[in-house]
């Protein structure tokens, strides 16, 4: 067996070998598919990681409460993330951060509200831009540095910023220079006091672009709107074991708050990754099953180039059965050998994948994800395409009438 096996690796890499461009391009069509497959994975599996990262390195003893919402539906994950539309929905307040703060075993609370709205400065105005209001223990829990000036405080809060770096070079065509400058804000005159480090990391858990977000205080940013809409509730335990308890003690708080309402979830751990996760693998699922057409029409050239080998080798097929190959025997040699077409284009497309995710990667805060996961997967579904289209030249192969097969030539 070991034997004849030997021989049928033989008789394919000679038949390769003898049609080298058209073998080369059979596998190139295996190949880009296998690598588009590679590069959607490998990006989709780093922008979840790093937003998992990303709460990771603000501490496992991070809680977020937000609005509560059905996770079933790719419709109700894409509202979830619509920023005017979780808003809308949200039941969250400002007196359920008051509240939660005066709960024990909790370092910070941090409300989350988000507003949109003209910002002037010296050089510039710019439309819709991000305004986010927070609390004074912001700093506690988002791991968030400032290049200069301070944060918001006690004494300044009423009529004071801090900016993203990007948001900062637009509006004053500087950052170093921007500290005790103003802005105005549907009508009313703010002073900065703090310019964040840039961070590069528009996608995070908390929904926001820092890079081009105004960062002031919840009570001053509901002033100026007349009413805030809560997304979420940043929550900084004292210690990690105590996750649980404190977790129970927000929720049976802010029932009792909201007169028995429990339209609302307390996060920690992996869960607070969600919607965005999700989101991100609902995308690579869906791109993914774009990709698996261009693997499906390579597989389709692998049975279209081993039907034309089939016809091209019928002598050989004769011959074979004629000094008494079996029809088994035909079939293996022809099914192997469009296996090795499409485990050549496997690896080609890995590697081809994963070249691409690296040269993306320098143009983008994503760094590319390997896994063994995904390069098992992606080989595994390139073998089983070639398995499929190469089964049909290789039944065809095997059901040849010796007699007739012996009266072609090549």
Request: charged share 15%.
């Amino acid at each position: 067996m070991s034997m004849l096996f030997k021989t049928h690796l033989h008789l394919a890499r000679i038949s390769i070998r003898e049609n080298r461009t058209r073998s080369f391009l059979t596998c190139l069509g295996i190949a880009i598919g296998v690598a588009s497959i590679i590069l959607i994975l490998s990006l989709m599996g780093s922008v979840s990681n790093l937003v998992k990262t990303q709460v990771n390195e603000i501490g496992a003893d991070l809680l977020v409460v937000r609005p509560n919402t059905t996770k079933d539906t790719i419709s109700n994950i894409v509202e979830e993330l619509t920023s005017a539309n979780a808003f809308q929905k949200s039941n969250l307040t400002i007196s359920d951060a008051t509240e939660i703060k005066k709960l024990e075993h909790i370092s910070a609370v941090a409300p989350i509200a988000v507003a949109n709205n003209t910002v002037s400065g010296e050089k510039d105005t710019i439309d819709s831009v991000p305004i986010l209001g927070t609390s004074l223990d912001f700093p506690a829990i988002e791991n968030l540095p400032l290049k200069y000036g301070a944060f918001i405080n006690e004494n300044n809060k009423d009529h004071s910023v801090v900016l993203g770096s990007a948001l900062s070079l637009t509006l004053f065509r500087t950052i170093n220079s921007t500290i005790g400058k103003t802005i105005t804000i549907m009508g009313e005159k703010l002073m900065i006091v703090g310019v964040l480090e840039e961070v590069e990391k528009p996608i995070n858990f908390d929904s926001i672009d820092f890079d081009n977000a105004m960062i002031m205080d919840i009570e001053l940013l509901n002033k100026l709107t007349g009413s805030v809409q809560i997304q979420q509730i940043n929550v900084k335990a004292e210690n990690v074991d105590s996750l649980p308890a404190v977790s129970d003690s927000i929720k049976e708080t802010l029932t009792t708050a909201k007169q028995g309402d429990k339209n609302f979830s307390v996060l920690y751990g992996d869960e607070i990754t969600h919607p965005a996760s999700s989101l991100f693998t609902i995308i690579s699922g869906m791109l993914t099953l774009v990709a698996a057409i261009s693997l499906i029409v390579g597989g389709i050239g692998v049975m279209n180039i081993m039907l034309v080998s089939v016809a091209e080798r019928s002598h050989e097929i004769g011959v074979r059965k004629a000094v008494g190959a079996s029809s088994s025997n035909i079939l293996i040699q022809f099914l192997l050998e469009a296996l090795i077409l499409s485990c050549l284009g496997g690896i080609f497309g890995l590697i081809l994948g994963y070249v691409l995710a690296f040269l993306l990667s320098s143009i983008t805060p994503f760094n590319p994800f390997i896994s063994w996961e995904i390069l098992a997967v992606t080989f595994l579904t390139a073998l089983v395409v070639g398995l499929i289209f190469g089964i049909y030249p290789a039944l065809k192969a095997a059901s040849k009438n010796p007699i007739d097969s012996l009266k072609h030539y090549r």
